[in-house]
């Protein structure tokens, strides 16, 4: 019994739950901030890649040296500095080599490093991997103290805080990450530009974010495309450190002969793979979302080329390109959260300025250390060479000391007033040193090192100094990836968005092609393809006849008015074929019981109409208040009770003529005429008995013309119709002689 007992001096500890829990994830929170997903805005890497540089570092993998299997460096990471998966770290080490993931790559890979298809890279022990000049350029100093050096996991070695990084890496190269309750995310940009806005920087130190601007005037992506974000917007993101940049694949259209021609994408966006993109869009296509699309093939090799066919030679490029950038990845928006780690520990989001700043600080921390660390090198060494100068002046001396003294370090300390060093670095001497021309190269390098330590002092000394040093450093920079060199060439060129007005993007998802829409007298409508439809022979259901024809286009939008004063809207691309008697309106709009279809005419934006009831009230109406966007259609004119609409007419003139039941005709100025939305309208012609028969509007310099139930065209002048010209809502006087009988301007 006594045996599962706990021991009497083991005891239960009580923990608040909610503070352990606040504690342990607020340690987990930062651990994932600082150590994982944000990078140090100083050198612009995670920890990881900052471990994988340093590892290869210390391989030698330098630009210049040979490969080295990507296994012994993962390997080496592990063991020493990252204890985290062996993949993980290889995923890491092989973005740094993809010169389609990296504006400038940092890693030199040599094998299968994946490809812009989304293909895997080869495992760890296929590949080789050697640094970039980049990453060397990163590297640079880092055995001059040029930071702090921090133990690593196991506390066994150091590993450093941050890379001197003499090269813009943050902002040059990008980065993003996912942290606890934070991100990143900053694209690449040209070094160059970096370079230049650095200098004016340097010279400048209140510039704001709309001077830098001028220099770095947007990212630029290392697959290419173009920038369509709006300038207001991309300064506005730079002085916030958050906004986005829209991206959209570089296209040109290319003759494919005999009246043909194919789109060929050359540069995609940045982040998309091509294979999945080519996916997707076969998708779109057996969905039918791209309706101008006919066919999209692959004929990559080392360099993009994807194409993409159209469904006819009629289709318009740009409309095709526009309805592809709206649905699929040709055009992307890669968001701009530049959320980065200030001095390695606080997370903050910057400015361009800001970060550009803070690269210009840590450049001149580390000229500074590494100025102070080659002082002490040259002190340390001028110490010795006055040792060495000491013992060629008294060689035969020194000589006896060694030979005859027991201590002879003590004693020539003592005689000489050498310092430790000096002594030790005496006896440590090789006996070839002691001839005459050693003598000699050593009095040269004392005078030499004698002469740098006064020019580091002055450095030291003197802030203006230090930012001329950090000046000349970053010009050399700039001329070595400036825009003539091959890797510094800006790769993403800038472009507009074309107005969103100029073209209907609804009309852009259909093919153009010409129809005749034909309605019958009980409302069933159809689509005949062509324009060469006779009314004679058309075929209707029994009982039924026809009623009006419209020769259009499948892009067009048809306006149909009713008897209520409600106008629905149709899109003919949407109407059944021409093969039987078509389906009826009232299955395609929630038509009122009771109403019937007054008239259907094509919309076209801007165009004004006149629209009246059989009472003869009315106004003018702009089709584009007409458009309905749902079944139920929309409120027009206002009629009641037996009162109905009785026409829509196109209002394109300035002067207005109504006929009545009563065969009286009134002319008046259209300028009589409110212009509304909706409404009951005012009255146009005034009757004792009947309502308006019908309505045309005309310019006075052409006359009014009507046409009668033979065709003929009759047209008469302002002159000639002096008798029926007044004012709107007159009674008018009886109809001129040849005018139809059905009180009709078209017969």
Sequence with gaps: MADILPPKEKKIQIVDLQKALEERYLSYALSTITQRALPDVRDGLKPVHRRILYVMNLLKLNPDQGYKKS???????????????????YDALVRLA?????????????????????????????????????????????????????????????????????????????????????????????????????????????ATTADLVKFVPGPDFPTGGILVEPKEDILKAYETGRGGFRVRARWNSEDAGRGTWQIVITEMSYGVQKSRLVEKIADLMLAKKLPLLKDVRDESAEDIRLILEPKSRSVDPIILMESMFKLTDLETRFSLNMNVL??????????????????????????????????????????????????????????????????????????????????????????????????????????????????????????????????????????????????????????????????????????????TVVLSQKGWIRAIKGHNTENSTLQFKSGDDFKLSLKVQTTDKLLMLTTCGRIYTLGVDKLPGGRGHGEPVRIMVDMEEGHDIVDMFVHVAGTKRLIASNLGNGFIVLEDDMIANTRKGKKILNVSGPNEARFCVLAAGDQVATIGDNRK??????????????GKGVRLQKYKDGGISDAVVFNAEDGMSWVDSSGRTFTRSMEDLIEWIGDRAAAGRVRPTGFPRNNKFKG
């Design 342 to 515: 200030d001095m390695g520990t606080t997370p903050k989001v910057m400015s361009l300025g800001e970060v550009l700043r803070a690269w210009l600080q840590h450049r001149k921390t580390v000229l500074v250390r590494r100025s102070q660390y080659r002082l002490d090198q040259i002190d340390n060494r001028l110490e010795v060479l006055s040792g060495y100068l000491i013992a060629y002046l008294n060689l035969d001396e020194i000589i006896r000391i060694i030979r005859e003294e027991d201590h002879p370090k003590a004693f020539m300390m003592q005689k000489f007033d050498l310092t430790d060093g000096q002594a030790e670095a005496i006896l440590n001497m090789r006996l070839r040193s002691l001839r005459k021309l050693e003598e000699i190269e050593i009095r040269g390098e004392f005078d030499k090192l004698s002469e740098e330590k006064k020019h580091l002092q002055v450095l030291l000394g003197s802030e203006r100094r230090q930012w001329g040093a950090i000046t000349t450093q970053v010009s050399e920079l700039r001329d070595e990836y400036g825009p003539k060199s091959k890797l510094g060439a800006r790769r993403t060129s800038f472009g507009d968005m074309p107005d969103s007005e100029d073209f209907d993007f609804e009309a852009a998802m259909i093919e153009r092609e010409p129809v």
């Design 98 to 206: 993809q010169d389609f993931a990296l504006r400038f790559p940092l890693v030199d890979g040599q094998g299968n490093f994946g490809s812009i298809d989304g293909d895997s890279a080869a495992a760890y022990r296929y590949t080789e991997a050697r640094m970039t000049s980049v990453a060397a350029r990163l590297l640079e100093g880092i055995g001059e103290n040029a930071v702090d050096f921090v133990p690593t996991y196991d506390g066994q070695t150091q590993q450093p805080s941050v890379l001197p990084a003499n090269f813009p890496n943050l902002l040059a190269n990008g980065s993003s990450g996912i942290a606890v309750g934070m991100a990143t995310s900053v694209p690449p940009h040209n070094v160059g530009e970096l370079c230049e806005a650095a200098l004016h920087l340097i010279h400048n130190p209140n």
């Design 665 to 678: 005709l009134l002319v008046f100025p259209i300028s009589q005429l409110p212009e509304m939305g909706r």
């Design 71 to 89: 296994a012994k460096v993962v390997g080496d990471v592990i063991g020493g500095f990252h204890p985290h998966g062996d993949q993980s770290i």
